[in-house]
């Protein structure tokens, strides 16, 4: 069951019960995280969760119950659980709900998360950092993390927000070998839609700033005037 | 919270003469949060933000960070003997 159909399933059996101020927060969240090692996808995690707790409000004292599943029986259950525990509860400090109505629901997410994609792009990804310097000998770590999340909150004040959100953060740590020596540099990147990673960007933005450091020497400790670069 | 900080520095080079020279290694920034800021001399007009995502176990938000370029008159630096 999705939240739209479990919030009104929880809302009706609100009213079954006779219960008058509620609220109910859901979040749900998916992420991926992919290791790219000489062509071969070498480490892969997937995370799945979901959660709603509901919160009720009978003669000033709060209840509460939560779940991480969605059905029919469990918005029943949701209700009773926290009704149960408003009545037993002994705090006695003041508890209210959000007064304001306000409402808000984005737009859907662009697309839905293609695993078999993002593989592809980082074995590439690796493949064309490897072929950009003969210097860079190995990548440290080549990674790409992704994931959606939903959060909502609901109350019987007439509070109904939605918030979505999607990211996609990739990085690369090449390293590079001369004269004995290994010099290791980083770049990454942060998008919200899978269309804006750039990948020669990054590649390059993490090869240069690996070779760069070819040469460098150790500076005498010091007092120093230093400027400070955002780059 | 004292405000002390001392970092690794990632990427570094020298400057002479307004140019970028050689590359440094292995040199870390050692001070005082409070005190670098009252030592900021220069500030550029490049300012750039990025966001990011700032997170934890308990979950992760959205960050948004920036800067100009800077210099700072005085920082102990930490290298060789």
């Known amino acids: 069951m999705e939240y739209a159909d479990f919030r009104l399933a929880v809302e009706a059996a609100a009213k079954e019960k006779g219960l008058e101020k509620y609220e109910l927060y859901y979040s749900k ?7 790219a090692f000489e062509g071969q996808i070498d480490r892969f995690s997937l995370s799945d969760s979901i959660g709603v707790c509901f919160r009720c409000l009978m003669e000033g004292k709060a ?37 304001e109505s306000c409402s808000f629901t984005p737009s859907a997410f662009s697309e839905e998360a293609d695993t078999e994609r993002e593989i592809q792009l980082l074995l590439e990804t690796e493949k064309k950092a490897l072929s950009l310097d003969p210097r860079v000998t190995k990548l440290g770590s080549c ?69 760069e450091a070819i040469g460098a020497k150790r500076l005498a400790s010091g007092q120093y005037p230093v400027v400070l670069d955002c780059r | ?59 992760s938000v959205p960050t948004n960070v920036g800067q100009p370029l800077i210099r700072v008159s005085e920082i102990t630096v930490g290298g060789r003997e």
């Open chain 1, 63 to 99: 209840g509460y119950a939560s779940t991480e599943k969605m059905s029919q029986e469990e918005a029943v259950r949701l209700v009773e659980s926290a009704m149960e525990s408003a009545r037993l509860v002994e705090n006695k400090d003041p508890e209210f709900l959000v007064e």
């Open chain 1, 143 to 211: 990674a790409l993390l992704s994931g959606q999340e939903e959060k909502g909150i609901f109350n019987s004040n007439g509070v109904d927000l939605l918030d979505r959100n999607q990211y996609y953060c990739r990085y690369l740590d090449p390293i590079a070998e001369e004269g004995g020596r290994t010099y290791n540099g980083m770049a990454f990147e942060i998008a919200r839609e899978y269309q804006q990673l750039d990948t020669q960007a990054l590649i390059k933005k993490a090869v240069d700033s690996t070779v």
């Open chain 2, 1 to 59: 919270m004292t405000g002390e900080f001392n970092f690794s520095v990632a990427e570094g080079y020298l400057v002479r003469n307004g140019e970028i020279c050689e590359p440094v290694r292995g040199a870390s920034l050692i001070g005082k949060g409070s005190e670098i800021l009252m030592n900021i001399d220069m500030v550029s007009d490049n300012l750039a933000m990025a966001q990011g995502m700032c997170g934890s176990q308990s979950g």
């Open chain 1, 29 to 35: 969240s998916r992420s991926q995280s992919l290791n």
